[in-house]
T-cell receptor, first 110, second 114 residues
């Protein structure tokens, strides 16, 4: 049973465009929602994270939007660059547990 | 402060052998998570451990797989009698004690069973 559902599975965006990745969760006990970025051959690295007491968090070109009532959150990458091409994972956690989405492979075309 | 250290980075085993994967968490972190990643797929939770305790092993196969996190030393993921289907990247992550925050990942161990 997948506790965190992520879509799309893959995404192709032109340079300068906006990349949007969506996640939905089931367990209302989750109270921390990080996004990870993974390049080939590397481990996932924390990109940005949000707690449910805010609806949006922005760091540079990366923004998380959070909808607590819908149990959904999304990652927006503004002005996408070829260097952003990677696999992105959303996650949801409590103190005792962290669950990941299946990942989205983003390709940004020059 | 060194990051999460996993070794070996690459491991080749013949079918039927044992694989031992090690994970040293970041200093001050006492929570360790193990994940498996198959090619072109996402991260699959395997087990969550704290020092000397298995908290959640719901993602671990019932047979051949075991994990430990002793009081001293690294966390070990052990796979006995490996089969080709065990070939994958195995990542561990650590997080601070009693604090719900991001987990930091190691570089992973890529296991190939031949």
């Amino acid at each position: 049973q997948q506790q965190v559902k992520q879509s799309p599975q893959s995404l192709i965006v032109q340079k300068g465009g906006i990349s949007i990745i969506n996640c939905a969760y089931e367990n209302t006990a989750f109270d921390y929602f990080p996004w990870y970025q993974q390049f080939p051959g590397k481990g996932p690295a924390l990109l940005i994270a949000i707690r449910p007491d805010v609806s949006e968090k922005k760091e540079g070109r990366f923004t998380i939007s959070f909808n607590k009532s819908a149990k959904q959150f999304s990652l927006h990458i503004m002005d996408s660059q070829p260097g952003d091409s990677a696999t992105y994972f959303c996650a949801a956690s409590t103190v005792r547990d962290m669950r990941f989405g299946a990942g989205t492979r983003l390709t940004v075309k020059p | 402060n060194a990051g999460v250290m996993q070794n070996p980075r690459h491991l080749v085993r013949r079918r039927g052998q044992e694989a031992r994967l090690r994970c040293s968490p970041m200093k001050g972190h006492s929570h360790v998570y193990w994940y498996r990643q198959l090619p072109e797929e996402g991260l699959k939770f395997m087990v969550y451990l704290q020092k000397e305790n298995i908290i959640d092993e719901s993602g671990m196969p019932k047979e051949r797989f075991s994990a430990e996190f002793p009081k001293e030393g690294p966390s070990i993921l052990r796979i006995q009698q490996v089969v080709r289907g065990d070939s994958a990247a195995y990542f561990c992550a650590s997080s601070p004690r009693q604090k719900n925050t991001e987990a930091f990942f190691g570089q992973g161990t890529r296991l190939t069973v031949v």
